[in-house]
């Protein structure tokens, strides 16, 4: 089956510092990639659809500033959190989409702001 | 728009028994719907999906969730439960002509040896 990755798996910061994540497809190319936020015990929120070669759609309530995303190639999407602060602690999980009907996962990112 | 329901955040069943998630879905056209697997500190699995063909959708790991219009209902089962089925199971429906998917709040599932 199509295999999704992320880099880092888990990464921890200063608050004020960005941090960058990378989100690729391995063996298939994606026009369309997806950036979840899940907190604990929780489900996962879509923040943004990442789009090849055009502007991310964010979510409703989620900053885009402050959420980065850059969709440079067909393998890859990378999600940036800027001036990252303890509340954006997180995981944060991407997605490939495989046409309407199925997406696959990347094993997600654990982010520790301190 | 596009959403699915799951009762009962925490599931306990014994080893050997019948696991039974339940999924309700509200959509407004013919719905794509999906479960997934999530196990601790790992990304989502797909189980099975059901995309407008046989009712009964037959997954991985011997599960099978059946697809009723009528109870707009897709629940998840597998008729003997195993230690390995311990996870988070949500249910999820495609949203929009982008494939968004929106979830279920998740149903944590303990096998009770």
């Known amino acids: 089956g199509a295999v999704v990755s992320q880099h880092p798996s888990r990464v921890i910061c200063k608050s004020g510092t960005s941090v960058k994540i990378e989100c690729r497809s391995l063996d298939f190319q994606a026009t369309t990639m997806f950036w979840y936020r899940q907190f604990p015990k929780q489900s996962l929120m879509l923040m943004a659809t990442?789009?090849?070669?055009?502007?991310?759609?964010?979510e409703q309530g989620v900053e885009k500033d402050k959420f980065l995303i850059n969709h440079a190639s067909l393998t890859l999407s990378t999600l940036t959190v800027t001036s990252a602060h303890p509340e954006d602690s997180s995981f944060y999980i991407c997605?490939?989409?495989?046409?309407?009907?199925?997406?696959?996962f990347g094993p997600g990112t654990r982010l520790l702001v301190l | 728009a596009q959403s699915v329901t799951q009762l009962g955040s925490h599931v306990s069943v014994s080893e050997g028994a019948l696991v039974l998630l339940r999924c309700n879905y509200s959509s407004s056209v013919p719905p794509y719907l999906f479960w997934y697997v999530q196990y601790p500190n790992q990304g989502l699995q797909l189980l099975l999906k059901?995309?407008?063909?046989?009712?009964l959708v037959k997954g991985i790991n011997g599960f099978e969730a059946e697809f009723k219009k009528s109870e707009t209902s897709f629940h998840l089962t597998k008729p003997s439960a195993h230690m390995s089925d311990a996870a988070e199971y949500f249910c999820a429906v495609s949203v929009g002509g982008n494939n968004r998917l929106a979830f279920g709040k998740g149903n944590q599932v303990v096998v009770i040896p």
């Open positions: 997605s490939a989409g495989g046409g309407r009907e199925t997406q696959y």
């Open positions: 059901y995309t407008s063909a046989a009712t």
């Open positions: 990442s789009n090849e070669g055009s502007k991310a759609t964010y």
